[in-house]
């Protein structure tokens, strides 16, 4: 009993003690806005009550929530299109779980990275309606994690152009009879060529990492200048899980 309590002395000490609790919200909060929205900035909110407000400050997270009646809270919005549309260059947009939210011809022309806010990808899903040519279309450099996008007809994802990162994501095609007309992915970009040096973070892309993908004809349609590369497969015990990247081809 009395090494629990001289553990709890320490730790608030060091708590008390530490540098970086000297420092003022503001100066917290923009270091945090550095942080990786998931895992780092989640973890973050665990440390103690004052860095779980730091975190889930509104300034840090937009959240889309279907349920929100209240439309005068800061940083909450019904839609994803709503959240999107509000969203500044470089915010994280994080849609709440549980149901399906619907996306339709949703153009990104800004950096976002939009994060599903559940246990796993299917806990959070994104509709794309019949007669919609995708679910989310990207013209700027952009991230998804932890969501799963489905399509009945058309694609889940079209990339126009900007560097598009899918991480631990689930890409569906509904089974139709017009299955040849759906892919997960279509890359229209036609970037000029640029030095291999500079590919990793000037030029256009997609990067996969970690993702389901299941219907359509192809996982991936290119009609531009990019090409599939680097493709690697893990054969899990329920699902199949894809790594590849979508670049210009190294000479």
């Known amino acids: 009993m009395e090494t629990r309590k001289k553990s709890k002395r320490l730790s608030k000490t060091w708590s008390d003690n530490s540098y970086i609790n000297k420092l003022d919200d503001g100066c917290l909060m923009h270091i945090f806005s550095f942080l990786l929205p998931i895992p780092d900035r989640y973890n973050t909110a665990l440390v103690c009550h004052r860095w779980m407000f730091l975190a889930c400050h509104p300034r840090l997270w ?10 005068s809270q800061p940083g909450v919005f019904p839609t994803v299109e709503a959240a999107v549309s509000a969203a500044r260059p470089g915010d994280t947009i994080l849609i709440g779980a549980g149901g399906s939210h619907i996306a339709s011809n949703i153009q990104i022309k800004k950096p976002l990275c939009l994060v599903g806010g559940g246990d796993v990808p299917d806990e959070t899903t994104l509709i794309c309606s019949r007669g919609s040519e995708s679910a989310l279309e990207f013209l700027s450099t952009c991230k998804l994690a932890n969501l799963t996008v489905k ?15 899918i991480d631990c994501c689930f890409l569906q095609c509904e089974s139709n009879p017009l299955d040849y007309l759906s892919y997960a992915i279509i890359s229209t970009s036609n970037c000029p060529k640029v030095a291999p040096s500079l590919l990793k973070c000037c030029g256009d892309g997609v990067s996969v990492s970690q993702t389901r993908i299941e219907g359509g004809a192809k996982a991936v349609l290119t009609s531009g200048s990019l090409a599939l ?22 000479q």
Do not use: M, N, P
């Open 62 to 71: 937009l959240r889309v929530d279907r349920t929100v009646k209240d439309l």
């Open 229 to 250: 590369q680097r493709v690697r497969v893990i054969y899990a015990q329920t699902s199949i899980f894809f790594w590849f990247d979508v670049e210009h081809q190294e």
């Open 151 to 165: 399509a009945e007809l058309g694609c889940c994802l079209l990339h126009r152009s900007g560097k598009l990162i």
